[in-house]
Nanobody, 121 residues
Framework: QVQLVESGGGLVQAGGSLRLSCAAS????????MGWYRQAPGKQRELVAI???????NYGDSVKGRFTISRDNAKNTVYLQMNSLNPEDTAVYYC???????????????WGQGTQVTVSS
């Protein structure tokens, strides 16, 4: 099992910034991909930014140029720097990781509990 713990959400005014963190723990053998998704009320969950298994980064179209994903491999942690926030960025942000553990010996996707980001106009 992989546990993902997110932090850094909150309330911010339009134009402001927030930084989210997600730390993975557990009997981790390997994390192949790790990143962020979000879900706004009444909408489907969508990709925000992710480090892929191939080592590249993918961003959702709506956040390109405003959000930056980074990571600390030694800490199994990813960060999401969010700048120029607008009310359309309001959502629950979920950390996701494709990991292999010593228990399962097979890759599966794990999700964090989510952190609320609210951008006021």
């Amino acid at each position: 099992q992989v546990q993902l713990v997110e932090s850094g959400g909150g309330l911010v005014q339009a134009g402001g910034s927030l930084r989210l963190s997600c730390a993975a723990s557990g009997r981790i053998l390997r994390i192949n991909a790790m990143g962020w998704y979000r879900q706004a009320p009444g909408k489907q969950r969508e990709l925000v930014a992710i480090f892929t298994s191939g080592g590249t980064t993918n961003y959702g179209d709506s956040v390109k140029g405003r959000f930056t994903i980074s990571r600390d491999n030694a800490k199994n942690t990813v960060y999401l720097q969010m700048n120029s926030l607008n009310p359309e960025d309001t959502a629950v942000y979920y950390c996701a990781a494709d990991g292999i553990t010593s228990t399962t010996l097979a890759q599966r996707r794990y999700w964090g509990q989510g952190t609320q980001v609210t951008v006021s106009s």
